[in-house]
């Protein structure tokens, strides 16, 4: 497609406008990684390491044995893991197999992988070694094309003695009982020759992932995502962080074999998947594996403690972890200094969450913008704080297009400054969804003789450039002809000292239809009344924006990936009301 001249004075110093030599297999990261450093640290682990080389041996024997057991290109093989480290090894040797993996989320419940194994026609699965996970896997694989079952243990990646230890003591992880014909990890490793078959791969047609998305929305659908869709953007993030590595120095694109990255993102995700494991491995850096953040008393203590101990550099993260970290009662006691640079992304980042974090940390937050069905970053706020304008998400990666359309027929561009949908053009929009092409049609659109995803997401770009999502299409609230965007009610709350995390809905109301609803937790050991959060919300916005009701919670519900799940408030609503 044509690189579009992105109109804006302010793109970032040392970013090119497009990037080149990315159509590769998926798994050559790894390959060339451990062939320049096969001594250099890929994984860590509860203070166990794993080399580029042991990674990329494991990954060709995993190819191998997956070969042997038949799965042939284009064959689908799930990952029911954690953030663990026989993550990367395995996803890498599936890609090496020929086959497509398919990550599926570990707090599922039998039925739900049972339907997303199903839908995509797995044929193995590997799943870890737990009292909760495993049965889940045996139940979920009834009645699906599932052979072969892989446990993965974690006795093996820990320290020898903390391995010893806990398996004396009954902590590590492990299921009660185990089906007849189901393998185990280690076993299949040690049995198999680190020699991947012999499989030709077209980056730009053959499918390295089907992500499943849409569950905060509705029934999820299956993202076919292409080798060239994940090396694309890992090829864009490189060239976009311009990072100062160094107190003073001039800001650089990231440097090899320099960094560390917090692994707080589920890998499962594309998130996770992209802006930690894979451009952690891309760049020659180390990944902290980080199954639970939530870990500790109080919530994120144990993260913090890793972070202190292993010195991240660079941290991928929803904006809930950001509040959990500034919010954490005991942050004063953790020595954050580490952190150069921050990915937010997953949901809006507020910008009072921004400046509370960066404050405290001195780490710079970096907000970028993408879906599971663009692999997922399509833009990005510069990565210095001069170029970079908090609440917006920057501008498209290096030869990404974005446009904003019409909400109506998704086709019509807009001036700029209107809101409509954002559509994206780029090398890491997906192929389509899973056996879906009446979905396909929904969001596929030619304009200006180019095909553009449709986001679903409103937003607009500003006369300097930079692009502002306002809210997803489905969650406007329309309050008495006016259009409320949820995003910019709780980006008020926010700046409320008592509030923790707020969310906003619309809501059934006779007289203007819809009514604005706010649900509030506040932070630890705060109280606050409905009349004050009225207040502050009379002093702070218009009157068609503030809130008609208020309630407060102790938790919101939220997806494994840290987005505010909406879509069940709302439901819980509309039940009142039947």
């Known amino acids: 497609m044509p690189v579009q001249d992105w109109p804006t004075p302010n793109w970032p110093d040392g970013v090119p406008r497009k990037v080149s030599d990315y159509t590769k297999p998926l798994f050559a990261i790894l390959d060339e990684t451990a062939k320049e450093y096969p001594d250099r640290v890929y994984t ?55 086959a497509i993996g398919v990550t599926c989320n570990p707090l599922y419940t039998g039925k739900e992988l049972q339907h997303q194994l199903k839908d995509c026609g797995a044929k193995a699965v590997f799943c ?66 680190p020699e991947p078959p012999a499989v030709r791969i077209n980056p730009e047609t053959d499918l390295a992932l089907i992500l499943y998305t849409g569950g905060t929305t509705g029934v999820p659908k299956g993202a076919c995502l292409t080798h060239t869709n994940f090396t694309y953007d890992l090829a864009g993030i490189h060239h976009w962080m311009q990072l100062v590595h160094e107190p003073g120095a001039q800001p650089e694109v990231q440097r090899r074999a320099f960094h560390t990255y917090l692994g707080v993102l589920p890998w499962y995700h594309s998130f996770g998947m992209t802006c930690a494991m894979l451009s952690s491995c891309a760049s020659a850096s180390r990944l902290i594996c980080v199954p639970d953040p939530r870990a500790g008393i109080p919530p994120f203590t144990e993260v913090l403690k890793i972070v202190q101990k292993q010195r991240p550099t660079l941290m991928p993260a929803v904006p809930t972890v950001f509040m959990a970290f500034t919010n954490h009662p005991h942050l004063e006691q953790y020595d954050l200094t580490s952190l150069i640079g921050c990915f937010s992304g997953g949901a809006p980042l507020p910008p009072e969450v921004c400046r509370r974090f960066e404050e405290k940390t001195g780490a710079v937050i970096f907000e970028g913008y993408g879906l599971s069905e663009t692999a997922p970053v399509a833009t990005a706020n510069p990565t210095n704080t001069r170029q970079r304008r908090v609440g917006s998400i920057g501008f498209p990666l290096p030869g990404t297009d974005i446009k904003v359309v019409d909400l109506v027929g998704g086709t019509q561009e807009l001036p700029r400054g209107e809101d409509g949908e954002i559509a994206i053009c780029g090398p890491q929009v997906m192929k389509g969804y899973w056996n879906k092409p009446e979905e396909d049609e929904k969001v596929f659109r030619m304009i200006d003789g180019q095909l553009y995803f449709l986001t679903g997401d409103i937003g607009h770009i500003d006369e300097e450039g930079y692009i502002h999502i306002t809210d997803r299409k489905k969650d406007m609230v329309l309050v008495g002809g006016f259009n409320v965007y949820p995003r910019d009610v709780e980006d008020i709350l926010f700046q409320h000292p008592k509030v923790a995390i707020a969310a906003v809905v619309g809501i059934p109301d006779a007289k203007s239809g819809e009514a604005v609803k706010a649900y509030i937790q506040l932070k630890p050991g705060e109280t606050a009344t409905v009349e004050e959060i009225m207040a502050f919300c009379k002093d702070n916005m218009a009157g068609y924006k503030r809130p008609k009701a208020i309630e407060f919670r102790d938790t919101l519900p939220m997806s494994n990936v840290g987005k505010v799940l909406r879509r069940l408030l709302r439901d819980e609503e509309r039940s009142k009301v039947k």
């Open 44 to 98: 860590i682990f509860s203070d166990a390491s794993r080399t580029y080389a042991q990674v990329k041996d494991t990954a060709d024997r995993i190819a191998n044995f997956l070969a042997a057991r038949g799965i042939r290109k284009g064959d689908r093989v799930a990952i029911f893991l954690p953030n663990l480290p026989h993550f990367p090894p395995v996803y890498f040797g599936i890609l090496k197999a020929g």
């Open 128 to 193: 870890m070694d737990h009292p909760n996970f495993y049965p889940t896997t045996v139940k979920s694989i009834e009645g699906t094309a599932v052979e072969t079952v892989v446990i993965c243990g974690v006795k093996s990646y820990l320290p020898k003695l903390k391995g010893l230890i806990g398996g004396l003591l009954g902590k590590i992880p492990k299921a009660d009982r185990y089906e007849a014909g189901h393998l185990f990890f280690d076993d299949v490793v040690a049995a198999a020759k």
